[in-house]
């Protein structure tokens, strides 16, 4: 089992980004999968939640209205639209399969600065 993130960068404070989540050895369309990230000092934290088929999602607060996260099945992919980023949403961003045994990508660092 593998996942593997891409898309981050640096990019200014109003823009967007487009993350991608690319899964390996496994079927996404039989689990829910999530979107975390952890900036310096601070602990890991959840920003976006999707089920099995997308048709429920779930976001804190601090990234509501701004991020959505959604898969694409056929292509085992699950991506993190981010909009009107701002510079507290710096961090490494993970995907995480969700299940009895959870498994983490490498994390891409997004980095909002002017």
């Known amino acids: 089992v593998q996942l593997v993130e891409s898309g981050g960068g640096l990019v200014q404070p109003g823009g967007s980004l487009r993350l991608s989540c690319a899964a390996f050895?496994?079927?996404?369309?039989?689990?829910?999968m999530s979107w975390y990230r952890q900036a310096p000092g601070k602990e890991r934290e959840l920003v976006a939640y999707?089920?099995?088929?997308?048709?429920?999602?779930n976001y804190p607060d601090s990234v509501k209205g701004r991020f959505t996260i959604s898969r694409d099945n056929a292509k085992n992919t699950v991506y993190l639209q981010m909009n009107s980023l701002k510079p507290e949403d710096t961090a490494v961003y993970y995907c995480?399969?969700?299940?009895?045994?959870?498994?983490w990508g490498q994390g891409t660092q997004v980095t909002v600065s002017s």
């Open positions: 995480r399969r969700n299940g009895l045994i959870d498994y």
């Open positions: 050895g496994f079927t996404t369309s039989s689990y829910d």
């Open positions: 999707i089920t099995t088929t997308g048709g429920r999602t």
